[in-house]
């Protein structure tokens, strides 16, 4: 069983910072792809950073510059910082993480956590 929660969402300022942290559990070999989503009430849910197992990033356009994706291997967890928040920002955070089942596969899995409400206030 594999399970995927995102942590550190609330209530920021405009002007300020958060951290998200998105941590894989269970059984599985480690995680590879990581993708950070946010979904806006009304709206479609978008990417918002990306990172592969390696470190490369993505960013979309509306965060480039004022949000950061990290990971650490060796606890399964993604972050994503994200400074100089506007209340375009707020919205609820999902992560997405592809899981690698076993050793010596090509197989990826998908979980998704239940998502972080993040609220930015002016």
């Known amino acids: 069983q594999v399970q995927v929660v995102e942590s550190g969402g609330g209530l920021g300022q405009a002007g300020g910072s958060l951290r998200l942290s998105c941590e894989a559990s269970?059984?599985?070999?480690?995680?590879?792809?990581v993708g950070w989503y946010r979904q806006a009430l009304g709206e479609r849910r978008e990417l918002v950073a990306g990172?592969?197992?390696?470190?490369?990033?993505n960013y979309a356009d509306s965060v480039k510059g004022r949000f950061s994706i990290s990971r650490d291997n060796a606890k399964n967890t993604v972050y994503l910082k994200m400074n100089s928040l506007k209340p375009e920002d707020t919205a609820v955070y999902y992560c997405?993480?592809?899981?690698?089942?076993?050793?010596?596969?090509?197989?990826?899995?998908?979980?998704w956590g239940q998502g972080t409400q993040v609220t930015v206030s002016t």
């Open positions: 269970g059984s599985f070999f480690s995680i590879d792809a």
């Open positions: 990172i592969t197992s390696g470190g490369s990033a």
């Open positions: 997405a993480v592809d899981i690698v089942p076993a050793a010596f596969t090509t197989r990826r899995i998908p979980y």
